[in-house]
């Protein structure tokens, strides 16, 4: 098919296949617009992004915050959801092996929400100033210059991400990712009796090890992360025993 326009045609081909919004079950042919502002949304940060780095440069935070970026301008639309589903039960894998970047956007989600609008800015910023390095560097150096610590903010995004699905409905919703994190699914826990040996886990891994169900007359935990036991408060309606990598 074409479109012409002031004497001049742009070819394209016709769709064969028919795209669905997954998480609220409809047709984006029915909803067009919808499809419309998200795809607007993502391409568009994507020109802001190439502004800092080359696509070349296949980085995984391309697709993960410009996934990202779609929810906050559009938050009733929800399309980066279907993604998350991809990643739930890879517990132990790092981000950069997860194989769907775009359901990296809950730790974009994370960053803009819990540490600073601004944050992603930052990394692009950095990007451009270290293009070989991968994101898990970006990241670094981001926390560091903001005296911040990129694996406790990493950590902090674990604790949160572990409480997806039926679990957002134990935290308030101050504490959880997004506004939507019970529409999510959940993130694949790891029974402390199944373990015979202390767990490892790769750097940037997301690993969560429960011993019992989730006890709401105590408000706080004690976290294992990456060889380190630390003491996390949880929100007023949230406990559930086990450490968080």
């Not at 029915?30 to 780095?53: G, I």
């Not at 898990?136 to 902090?156: C, N, P």
Request: glycine share 4%; proline share 6%.
């Amino acid at each position: 098919d074409s479109v012409s326009y002031n004497g001049k045609s742009c070819f394209y081909n016709k769709p064969a296949l028919e795209i669905y919004n997954i998480p609220h079950n409809y047709s984006y042919a029915k909803k067009w617009s919808n499809a419309l502002r998200v795809t607007t949304t993502h391409e568009l940060y994507h020109a802001v992004q190439v502004r800092y780095l080359s696509p070349n440069a296949g980085s995984i935070w391309f697709e993960a915050s410009a996934a990202g970026v779609e929810e906050v301008v559009n938050p009733d639309i929800d399309d980066y959801i279907q993604y998350l589903s991809k990643i739930a039960p890879q517990v132990g894998t790092p981000i950069s092996e997860l194989g769907s970047d775009y359901a990296l956007s809950s730790l974009y989600l994370f960053l803009y929400n819990h540490v600073s609008p601004k944050f992603d800015k930052s990394i692009w910023e950095s990007f451009s100033k270290n293009p070989v390095q991968p994101f898990e560097y970006q990241l670094t150096q981001t926390a560091k210059k903001q005296g911040l610590s990129a694996d406790s903010l990493f950590h902090e995004f674990a604790v949160r991400l572990s409480f997806s699905g039926k679990r957002a409905k134990l935290a308030n919703e101050s504490f959880l990712i997004n506004k939507d994190q019970s529409s999510w699914p959940e993130f694949r826990h790891i029974s402390t009796n199944m373990l015979t040996t202390p767990p490892e886990t790769e750097n940037y891994a997301y690993n969560f090890y429960t011993g019992d169900k989730p006890n709401l007359s105590r408000q706080s935990k004690r976290c294992h992360h990456q060889g380190r036991l630390l003491h996390h408060p949880l929100p007023a309606h949230a406990e559930q025993r086990g450490f968080y990598i």
